[in-house]
């Protein structure tokens, strides 16, 4: 089975300009979730999909911070305009009932804001 | 609001040694409990999901228990090799309806050859 894909990998942007990440989640599964984590710490929970819904987003600074799922699969995450503090890695996840709600996440995206 | 402390931060030990790596949450009403490794720069990789109602779970070199009731899990890893040289991670999810991820802010394992 194919796992989570992302992308890009790295982006280096100056403040105050977007930027935009994207998702693929493992085939089949409903659940999709995007997470921030800054360096030494552990990843915090930005939104969280069911289908093309979103079951989450109470932590997502909705200032600048947008995401969508369209058709249910992949996902994208934007930011604009972006901060010094946005600087972290991006990861995606999915998860399936099926799975016990076991995680999968992807590789993530490095994200750093000069 | 549930809140996962993974003790000790760093750990450093020689290459054969066995060791443990401790997590703890705050609300022990949790669906299940994953600890994840993640080497510098990359994304998570599940190592084992310990359900609710299970105390145990075995891969390999790798042994997670669960307590619910104190709301600690260790990791324990026998005969540590300088491959396993990484930040280890402890996550609850608290069910209800919502399976989202708490994490602990990691262990920092280094293995000296």
């Known amino acids: 089975e194919a796992g989570v894909a992302q992308s890009p990998r790295y982006k280096i942007i100056e403040k105050r300009q977007s930027v935009a990440f994207w998702c693929n989640p493992i085939?089949?599964?409903?659940?999709l979730y995007w997470y921030q984590q800054i360096l030494g710490q552990g990843p915090k929970l930005l939104i969280q999909f069911q289908n093309n819904g979103v079951v989450d987003d109470s932590q997502l600074p909705k200032d600048r911070f947008s995401a969508e799922r369209l058709k249910g699969v992949d996902s994208t995450l934007k930011i604009q305009p972006a901060k010094l503090e946005d600087s972290a890695v991006y990861l995606c996840?999915?998860?399936?009932?099926?799975?016990?709600?076991?995680?999968?996440f992807g590789s993530g995206t490095r994200l750093t804001v000069v | 609001k549930q809140e996962v402390t993974q003790i000790p931060a760093a750990l450093s030990v020689p290459e054969g040694e066995n060791l443990v790596l401790n997590c703890s949450f705050t609300?022990?009403?949790?669906?299940?409990l994953q600890w994840f490794r993640q080497d510098p720069g990359k994304g998570l990789t599940s190592l084992l999901l310990i359900q609710s109602s299970q105390r145990e779970q075995t891969s390999g070199r790798l042994n997670a228990s669960l307590d619910k009731s104190s709301g600690r899990s260790t990791l324990y890893i026998a005969a540590s090799q300088p491959g396993d040289s990484a930040t280890y991670l402890c996550?609850?999810?608290?069910?209800?309806?919502?399976?989202?991820?708490?994490f602990g802010k990691g262990t920092k394992l280094s293995v000296i050859p």
């Open positions: 996840a999915s998860e399936s009932y099926e799975q016990n709600y076991g995680y999968t």
């Open positions: 609300d022990s009403a949790i669906y299940n």
């Open positions: 996550a609850v999810t608290s069910g209800a309806g919502s399976y989202q991820l708490t």
């Open positions: 085939s089949g599964h409903a659940t």
